[in-house]
């Protein structure tokens, strides 16, 4: 249950600052999402006094299924099915694509596919080339990233 209904320019654009794995952006999303969260479900009164949720209650009333979880599960759903597509796919080939030029010294960046490799090693699922090919399994690792922290 998501309370947040974005158009699809608002998710695509959440979808491309999240791909960008800062930690920084992520705890912002987290903070906005709370201040709004706050605002819809009010304060709770205690002993004749009144005081806003923290954090432990929101995450109740949303079943652990913050925006950063949703955008998490719509990035393993959208990975599976490319997975899935047959190779002469025009997707499957940019996926797949390796640029000809040499990177810049430093760090290397974390790329799409990486950031789902850890996703998945944080979900500690380790047969995940086979699990994307059966839709059920996969649905079920999906629905467990919704709700996963």
Known sequence: MTFFH??????????YLFLKGSTNIIQKLLV??????RGI????????????????????????ENTVNCIKAQRLSWFAHI????????????FKWNPLTTRPRGRPKYGWEDNIIQDLGQM??????????????WKDVVE???ISN
């Open 83 to 94: 997975q899935r597509m047959p190779e002469a796919r025009a997707t499957k080939k940019v």
């Open 41 to 64: 479900f009010g304060s709770t009164k205690e002993n004749q006094t009144w005081r806003i949720k923290n954090n432990e209650e929101l995450d109740k009333l949303i079943k652990h």
């Open 144 to 146: 467990k990233a919704k």
């Open 6 to 15: 974005y158009n699809q320019q608002d998710a695509t654009t959440l979808s």
């Open 32 to 37: 906005f999402e709370r201040k709004i969260l």
């Open 124 to 137: 500690e699922i380790k047969n995940w080339l086979t699990c994307v090919q059966d839709r059920a399994k």
